[in-house]
């Protein structure tokens, strides 16, 4: 596939937007929160802070309800940056629908290639499901990716953590074959990084040389490191990655300012 073209020598740009859990209706909420407001937010937020965006990644539960109506919302907001979107789907989507949709949006890739670096998507959403798996096709898709790399740098995504997070509640959420995932990163010398959603939740730790990140949510936020399901205060962010030719990383999470889109504190679950 066509390499996407960077607009700055050295290292390209990327914006990851996370758990935007849309719906079709205008007046639903989640947890009591306007989720396209709050993805409208984020995304004003991002258009005054960054000015060099080569890649958009959405990773997962881009809706709540499944619906086309809820994709399209996030197909209208995301046009408003100023660059290409690339999308994975999460447990909450319809993974067939998105395939469709993304198909006449330009939104589907099994990866991308920028500059020096190759960002690889992979769908860990199972139908009916909230845990995730990747099947014998996406862990193909990844070795294709890896085995064809020529010399460029991997940033890995998907929707499901394949690591510990320390929250008992969601570690039986997440990647359920992580462990193939993780040999593959193991064995690479190319991956650089992991980047996922899901957990509502920023993270950033090493596994010997490779980069595992996560990020919060557009909307919701989750509580770390806590036994049941809890919402947290902090309010919806994206994060942002500079992939340097040299394979090394800059990233941070980028928040709206404190007390906006808080969920229902009184939530058990949803």
Not at 216 to 222: A, D, G, V
Not at 227 to 255: C, H, K, M, N
């Amino acid at each position: 596939m066509p390499p996407v073209t960077t607009a700055e020598a050295g290292y390209v740009s990327i914006v990851q937007l996370t758990d935007s859990h849309l719906f079709a209706d205008h007046s639903a909420r989640l947890l009591g929160l306007d989720t396209f407001a709050s993805l409208n937010a984020v995304i004003d937020q991002v258009l005054g802070e960054i000015d060099q965006i080569d890649l958009v990644l959405a990773t997962g539960d881009i809706t709540q309800d499944g619906s086309a109506g809820g994709y399209q919302r996030f197909i209208d907001a995301v046009a408003r940056l100023p660059a290409e979107c690339r999308w994975l789907p999460g447990n909450h989507d319809d993974a067939q629908l998105m395939a469709s949709l993304g198909d006449a949006s330009g939104f589907n890739a099994e990866w991308v290639d920028l500059s020096r670096w190759r960002i690889v998507l992979l769908d860990s959403s199972v139908p009916g499901a909230v845990p995730g798996h990747l099947g014998t096709r996406q862990l193909d898709r990844l070795d294709r990716a890896l085995d064809s790399a020529d010399g460029r740098h991997l940033l890995v995504s998907l929707h499901h953590h394949p690591v510990d997070i320390q929250s008992d509640w969601m570690n039986p959420l997440g990647l359920q074959n992580a462990e193939k995932l993780l040999q593959r990163i193991d064995d690479s010398s190319s991956v650089r990084a992991v980047l996922w959603g899901h957990i509502h939740q920023h993270l950033d730790s090493m596994r010997g040389n490779v980069r595992l990140l996560a990020t919060p949510s557009t909307c919701i936020q989750f509580d770390a490191h806590s036994a049941g399901f809890a919402t947290d205060t902090q309010s919806p962010g994206y994060r942002w990655l500079r992939l340097y030719d040299d394979g090394s990383i800059e990233t941070a999470v980028s928040r709206l300012p404190a007390g906006q889109f808080v969920a229902d504190p009184g939530a058990s679950g949803y």
